[in-house]
């Protein structure tokens, strides 16, 4: 593993457990010798990586040989059985929701996605909370990586993983709410249309599932 953060090396050390050798390194191409597969961790490298996962500011990145794929079946997070896909470029592979939060605070859920096309729009993910009649009590609208993976840059086969916190509004009725999800181009407004496993549209937005909101 590369630490290209020298602000994170005390809390690396903190949190590690594990038994991967780690370089304190200001890049991936300054780790010495061969080796199979290289994580990243830090604030990023712009190149693209297998699979990159985004936790607050912090970014990681796998860097395998060019001949391997990171299989979703070892990712931290629930696979999906349907692997819903968006348009003709990106799919949801696996998703973890909170399933119960209080009025004003976050709801926390990780999306892993995978390419199947490259895109020549720059999107945003989106994911509301609403309730049966589509009023909103918590959104968030975020471009990958905080910006700095683009879906521009998403290649085919790759895997991006993001950690969000949705806000629920202080004011929102105790109740069960839908919890959706999609992306859009922030230019036009256009949402990219969820299809089915024929390629017919199914809507503007997936639902995820249903969040309980306590008082």
């Not at 049966?132 to 990958?144: A, M, R, T, W």
Request: charged share 20%; with cysteine.
């Amino acid at each position: 593993a590369a630490l290209t953060d020298h602000l994170l090396s005390a809390a690396f050390q903190d949190a590690y457990d594990g038994h991967l050798p780690v370089w304190g390194v200001p890049s991936r191409g300054e780790v010495g010798g061969e080796h199979e597969a290289v994580w990243v961790i830090g604030g990023g490298e712009t190149e693209p990586a297998e699979m990159r996962f985004q936790v607050g500011d912090v970014r990681l990145g796998l860097h395998l040989p060019s001949d391997q794929r990171f299989e979703a079946e070892r990712l931290p997070v629930p696979p999906l059985e349907s692997e819903p896909r968006l348009g003709d470029g990106v799919k949801l592979i696996a998703a973890q929701l909170g399933t119960a939060v209080r009025s004003g605070e976050a709801l926390p859920m990780v999306f892993f996605w995978r390419t199947l096309a490259p895109m020549d729009t720059s999107y945003t993910v989106f994911v509301q909370a609403i309730d049966e009649g589509g009023v909103k009590v918590g959104q968030i609208d975020h471009l990958p990586c905080d910006g700095d993976c683009p879906t521009t840059t998403w290649r085919p086969g790759d895997i991006v993983g993001e950690r969000y916190c949705l806000p629920i509004r202080a004011d929102a009725p105790p109740g069960r709410y839908q919890l959706i999800a999609g992306m859009y181009d922030l230019a036009t407004g256009e949402q990219l249309p969820w299809l089915d496993d024929q390629g017919n549209s199914v809507g503007d937005y997936l639902l995820l599932g249903y969040v309980e909101v306590v008082p």
